[in-house]
């Protein structure tokens, strides 16, 4: 017995570290994230109470496999080649980077705990990734996987992170106090905040790069803001706690994902009005994407299936459904 005493002591005390390990960091703040593959082959799901990514085969429309591993994953992008996806965790406090055809992880980099949206440029070389416990977004340079500079200055930034078309300018969500930063690329310094927003969640940019619509989950509106002027020019009524602002690649229609009203609301542009309200789904929040010719939508559900819409016809038009085992 007292040769495998120590034995046993080390085992509980692994097995206790391994659990403290495991705790969700920031639980209480909600999430979903879905990434299409650049070539719509694939469609990777999350949510942040599932310690799970859910990988769908969009030409079978069935699951593909499921990648274990995390705690409260935050957000999912792909490399502009697709041939890598990268995710944060928050309560790992880590940023993984996955072979998207092998489906294996092959590096993870320290960022710190809080680690949630992420946005990378169009070369693949910069991703940038906010930190709502820190309140600072990291800049990671992806062919050295390291970070090369944290910039500080936020308020809570989650999700809500991106890039203008050009690339110069990175709007940053700071879901405390209800501002949006905007950071140049060149000098990675803040520039400036705009404010007038109301719990504010996704953010799209127009492909000029002069109008930033906005999502706001307090009083149930979108907002349209001036990138030039940083002014809020308009707003529009749209579902009970919109978290998404998806603007469609043709840039004539945006879409809210609202939570409350499980359902879509389509506004048309430039005019900002209401088009159409999509119901069917279920808790839809920012994960909402769409195929390049802008025929098509994913939309993730809570229980992380995936709805496919027809958009000229506002249709659901199949649902993925994850694996029973």
């Not at 769908?56 to 490399?79: C, E, H, M, W």
Request: charged content about 20%; proline content about 5%.
């Amino acid at each position: 017995m007292r040769k495998t005493a120590p034995l046993i002591s080390a085992a509980i005390l692994w097995a206790l570290a391994q659990a403290s390990a495991a705790q969700a960091f920031d639980p209480d703040i909600r999430n979903n994230t879905l990434a299409i593959s650049p070539d719509e082959s694939l469609a990777i799901a999350g949510n942040s109470q599932s310690p799970t990514l859910k990988v769908y085969d969009l030409a079978s429309g069935k699951q593909r496999a499921t990648l274990p591993g995390f705690i409260t994953p935050r957000n999912i992008v792909f490399s502009p080649d697709g041939r890598s996806f990268y995710v944060t965790d928050s309560s790992k406090g880590l940023l993984e980077r996955w072979n998207a055809g092998t489906l294996k992880l092959e590096a993870s980099l320290a960022l710190g705990p809080g680690a949630f949206g992420s946005a990378i440029d169009r070369q693949g070389e910069r991703l940038y990734v906010n930190n709502q416990a820190s309140n600072t977004v990291s800049v990671v340079d992806l062919k050295a996987w390291r970070v090369s500079k944290v910039i500080t200055g936020f308020s809570g930034p989650r999700q809500g992170v991106k890039l203008s078309p050009d690339g110069a300018d990175l709007y940053v969500t700071n879901f405390r106090s209800d501002k949006l930063s905007v950071v140049d690329t060149a000098s990675l310094s803040v520039l400036r905040e705009i404010g007038g927003f109301n719990k504010i969640r996704a953010i799209s940019i127009s492909a000029d790069g002069g109008t930033l619509y906005a999502a706001n989950s307090g009083n149930d509106t979108l907002s349209k803001v001036n990138t030039k002027t940083g002014r809020i020019t308009a707003t529009v009524a749209v579902g009970s706690e919109p978290y998404g602002a998806a603007l469609r690649p043709d840039g004539k229609v945006l879409y809210s994902g609202n939570l409350k009203s499980d359902s879509l609301t389509e506004v048309a542009l430039p005019a900002f009005t209401p088009a159409a309200q999509i119901g069917g789904l279920s808790g839809p929040r920012q994960a909402i994407s769409f195929s390049r010719d802008s025929r098509k939508a994913w939309v993730l559900n809570e229980d992380l299936s995936v709805a496919e819409l027809d958009l000229a016809t506002r249709r659901i038009t199949r649902e993925i459904k994850p694996s029973v085992n």
